[in-house]
C-alpha cells in the first residue's frame, strides 16, 4: 500500500533492540546530518537529505532525539518538515518543494482518550519498558484522504494536550471528515490503536466547528468521543459496532483502515442511549480493572451520573467532567453501590451533587453570552466593526468580558447578554447617511483625487473635528465611515486649490525614467527620505491636471547620487541568467553551483547595475571557468537511465511508495545511482535499467 512505514526493528529481536537503540540511532543519523552540513556541493547535501528521508521512513526517528535539535515540542512529525529542520539547504540552494497540504488543526485544552482511572498503564511491554517508536500514522492518513480526492479543507483535526502522568507521550488527533461520514482517532506513538467512530457532523454542524462555534449536544458531536476513555470506545464497538478499531500492522494498516473508512454504518443510535449505555457498562468495566467500593443500596443524597444527567437535563460527559475535577481533591465523594442484581456503578455524595449543580447554574447564567463570531453572525455585521464596537466598553465595563472555555475544549472570549444587547441596538441604530455626507470612496471619484490623497487631507481634521466622522449605512448595508458636509467642502477646496508642481519637482515615473531605473527600485529607494526629510515629498498638480505626490529637488539629486554609486560590470562579469545561456543549463542549477563556492571566493560576487534597473549580483570571470568546467564533468545521461520523473511516470502508483522502493537498494547496489545530465541539461540523479527492473518486481510483490 502507498502509506506503509518501516521501523528501526523488527519485532522478532525487539529486546536487542531496546538495549543498543539510543547508540545505534544517533550514530546512523548524527552520521548523515554530519556529512550532509558539510556538504561542499548542492549535489552533495540532497544524496544526504535522501539518506535522512530513507531513515525517517524506516523509523529511526523519534521525538526524544529530535529535542537534541530543538525541535518545537508539540509539532507534528511530518517527513519532509524533519528533513528541512535536520538537514537544511543553504538560502541560495533551496528549491521551492511541493508543499503537503496539510488540515487545519485546532488545539484543544484538554487530555483525548483520557486514561480510565484504575487501568493498567497503555504502552508497556513484557519487560516493563516503555515503548517510545514513532509510527506516522497522522500524516498517512492525510497522505490516504489526499489520494482519494478529500482536500484538506473538507475536514480538520483537534489535537488535545497531554497529561504528563499518562504513560502516552504523543496525544491523539482526532480528523473530522463529513465527507466519510467518520471521525478518525490516531495517535502517532507505538502500542495506541487507531478508532474510526462511525459518524460525523452534518455539513451545517461542520462549518460551526470551524469557526470555532458550538454545535447541538446529539450523537455527532466530537466533544462526546474526545473525553472518552480507550474502554468506552471498545465498548461501544463491541455493543454496536458505532467504532472501528484498528491495531498496528506494518502491512496491512492502511488497508484496515481504507476498508473501515469506507464502510457504510447506518447510525440509529442517539447521544442520550450512549451515554446510559456506557454508564451501565461501567460495571463490567469495574470488575476488570479491579475496582472496588461498597455493596448495598447508596445512601440518601448519592446519585449516580446518570441520575444527574436525567434529573437536570444535562449531558453524561459534561457532568463528569465537573466530577472529575473533585476526584483527587475529594476522594471520599465517590463510591461504588450495588450487588446482586443491582448493577455496580459510581455515585456521587450529596456533597458532590451540590457542588454539580451549583456549576451547572452558574453555566446557565451564561446562556447568552457570545463570541464576536457569534455576534457577526446575529448582526450580519464584519468582526472588525464588531470589535471596534466592544473595546468602546473594556474600561468602562470589565464585566462584560470574560475568558469562557466552549464545548469543544477551546478557550475564547465572550460578550455578557448586557454587551451583546447594547451592540445590537447600536447596529441597528444605523441609518442611511444623511444627504451631503460621503465616504472617502465616493469622494475621490467625485473630485478625480486618488484614494490616498483625500483620506490623508480628512486625516488631519479627525483629532479636532470627531463630530464630522461618522459611520452610516453604505450602498451594499455594509457601515462605511462618512465624511459630514463641512468636511467635504474643505476636502473639496483644499485640493482643488493645489498648484502646479514647482520647477526641479518630479513624481515616480519622472525620475525612475530619469536614472533609467523601475518605478519599484526608485520607490524603494525614496522611502527611507520619508521619515528622514518628509518636507521632501508634497501633493502637486501633475501636466494631467490630477494631484500626485512629488519629489523635490534635493530628494531627485540625492536618488541620482545613490544609484551613480555602482557601476556598470566590467567585461567578463555575468549575471546567473546570463551564465546559464551560456553554459546551456537552467538557471537555478547555476545559482546552485555558483553558491557552493561563495564561502571560500566571496570577491567572486558582486553587485553592479543592470540595465532595466536595480542592482544585480554577477559572477567573476574566474568562477564562470569554474561553472563551465564543472558542468562539462557530467554527461547526458545514457538511454537506458531514467530520472525520479520518468520513473514515477512509468508505474503510475503512488509516488511515496516508489521513492521508497528506489531507495532501497542505495546501500547495497550503490552502482544503480549515478548524476547525469537531463533533457533540460540539468544534473539531476537517475536509475539504472537494473534498478527500474529491480522496482518494478518489488512493487508486484507488495501488490
Not at 75 to 90: G, N, R, S, Y
Not at 318 to 325: D, F, Q, V
Not at 349 to 368: P, T
Not at 584 to 598: I, L, M
Amino acid at each position: 500500500m502507498s502509506l506503509e512505514r518501516g521501523n528501526l526493528y523488527n519485532f522478532s529481536n525487539i529486546k536487542e533492540a531496546e538495549a543498543s537503540y539510543k547508540s545505534r540511532r544517533d550514530l546512523v543519523l548524527d552520521k548523515i546530518i554530519e556529512i550532509g552540513s558539510h556538504a561542499s556541493a548542492p549535489e552533495l547535501l540532497d544524496i544526504q537529505r535522501i539518506k535522512l528521508r530513507g531513515k525517517i521512513k524506516e523509523g529511526f526517528i523519534d521525538r526524544e532525539y529530535l529535542l537534541k535539535y530543538n525541535w518545537p515540542t508539540e509539532k507534528i512529525l511530518i517527513t519532509e518538515d524533519i528533513v528541512d529542520f535536520l538537514l537544511p539547504q543553504k538560502n541560495s540552494q533551496k528549491i521551492e518543494r511541493k508543499e503537503v497540504l496539510m488540515p487545519e488543526i485546532k488545539k484543544l485544552n484538554k487530555v483525548i482518550l483520557p486514561t480510565k482511572e484504575g487501568a493498567a498503564p497503555e504502552a508497556r511491554d513484557n519487560n516493563g519498558m516503555e515503548k517510545k517508536r514513532i509510527f506516522p500514522r497522522f500524516e498517512m492518513l492525510v497522505d490516504f484522504l489526499a489520494q482519494n480526492g478529500i482536500k484538506p479543507d473538507q475536514y480538520f483535526c483537534y489535537q488535545g494536550e497531554n497529561n504528563p502522568e499518562m504513560m502516552r507521550n504523543e496525544s491523539y488527533i482526532m480528523f473530522i471528515i463529513p465527507e466519510l461520514k467518520k471521525m478518525v482517532l490516531v495517535c502517532d506513538e507505538e502500542g495506541n490503536a487507531s478508532y474510526i467512530i462511525h459518524t460525523a457532523p452534518n455539513a451545517a454542524e461542520f462549518q460551526k466547528l470551524k469557526k470555532d462555534e458550538e454545535m447541538e449536544e446529539n450523537e455527532r458531536d466530537p466533544s462526546l468521543y474526545v473525553s472518552m476513555s480507550k474502554p468506552d470506545l471498545q465498548a461501544l464497538k463491541k455493543e454496536f459496532s458505532l467504532v472501528s478499531w484498528v491495531k498496528w500492522d506494518e502491512a496491512n494498516w492502511t488497508m484496515v483502515m481504507a476498508d473501515d473508512l469506507t464502510k457504510k454504518v447506518d447510525m440509529a443510535i442517539s447521544r442520550e442511549e450512549i451515554s446510559s449505555f456506557l454508564e451501565s457498562y461501567g460495571d463490567l468495566l469495574q470488575k476488570e480493572n479491579g475496582e472496588s467500593g461498597n455493596d448495598g443500596v447508596a445512601p440518601e443524597g448519592w446519585m449516580t451520573n446518570g441520575n444527574i444527567s436525567g434529573l437536570w437535563k444535562k449531558d453524561f460527559y459534561s457532568i463528569k467532567n465537573i466530577a472529575n475535577r473533585y476526584r483527587e481533591t475529594n476522594p471520599e465523594w465517590f463510591k461504588f453501590f450495588g450487588s446482586g442484581k443491582i448493577s455496580r456503578r459510581e455515585y456521587y455524595s450529596d456533597e458532590l451533587v451540590l457542588a454539580i449543580k451549583k456549576e451547572l447554574a452558574d453555566r446557565n447564567s451564561l446562556g447568552h453570552w457570545m463570541t464576536n463570531r457569534g455576534l457577526c453572525a446575529a448582526t450580519g455585521r464584519t468582526a472588525r466593526l464588531i470589535k471596534k464596537l466592544t473595546d468602546k466598553y473594556r474600561s468602562t465595563n470589565p464585566e462584560w468580558f470574560k475568558n469562557l472555555t466552549s464545548k469543544v475544549g477551546r478557550e475564547r472570549e465572550y460578550f455578557s447578554p448586557e454587551l451583546s444587547e447594547k451592540i445590537i441596538k447600536e447596529l441597528d441604530g444605523y441609518e442611511v447617511a444623511p444627504e451631503g455626507w460621503m465616504t472617502n470612496r465616493s469622494l475621490k471619484d467625485k473630485l478625480g483625487r486618488s484614494s490616498q490623497l483625500v483620506k490623508a487631507t480628512a486625516g488631519k481634521y479627525k483629532q479636532e473635528h470627531p463630530d464630522w466622522f461618522k459611520f452610516f449605512l453604505g450602498n451594499n448595508k455594509t457601515n462605511r465611515e462618512h465624511y459630514s458636509p463641512v468636511l467635504v467642502d474643505m476636502i473639496e477646496k483644499e485640493l482643488n486649490e493645489y498648484a502646479l508642481a514647482p520647477e526641479g519637482w518630479m513624481v515616480n515615473k519622472a525620475l525612475a525614467i530619469l536614472v533609467d531605473k523601475e518605478f519599484s527600485t526608485v520607490q524603494k529607494a525614496v522611502n527611507p527620505y520619508k521619515k528622514t526629510n518628509p518636507d521632501w515629498f508634497k501633493f502637486f498638480l501633475g501636466k494631467g491636471g490630477s494631484a500626485g505626490e512629488h519629489y523635490s529637488p534635493e530628494l531627485v539629486e540625492a536618488i541620482r547620487k545613490e544609484f551613480g554609486k555602482y557601476d556598470v560590470a566590467p567585461d567578463g562579469w555575468l549575471t546567473s541568467g546570463a551564465t546559464a545561456t551560456l553554459v546551456g543549463k537552467n538557471a537555478e542549477t547555476v545559482r546552485k553551483v555558483a553558491a557552493s563556492y561563495r564561502k571560500a571566493n566571496p570577491e567572486w560576487f558582486k553587485f553592479f547595475l543592470a540595465k532595466r534597473g536595480g542592482l544585480v549580483e554577477h559572477y567573476s570571470p574566474d568562477l564562470l571557468v569554474i561553472i563551465k568546467n564543472k558542468f562539462s564533468q557530467y554527461e547526458l545521461a545514457p538511454d537506458s537511465w531514467v530520472n525520479t520523473k520518468e520513473v514515477l511516470d512509468s508505474f503510475k502508483r503512488d509516488a511515496k511508495m516508489v521513492r521508497r522502493v528506489l531507495d532501497s537498494h542505495r546501500e547495497t547496489n550503490p552502482e544503480w545511482y549515478k548524476l547525469f545530465l537531463d533533457k533540460r541539461g540539468i544534473v539531476t540523479e537517475h536509475y539504472s535499467a537494473e534498478l527500474v527492473a529491480k522496482v518494478r518486481s518489488d512493487l508486484e510483490i507488495k501488490h
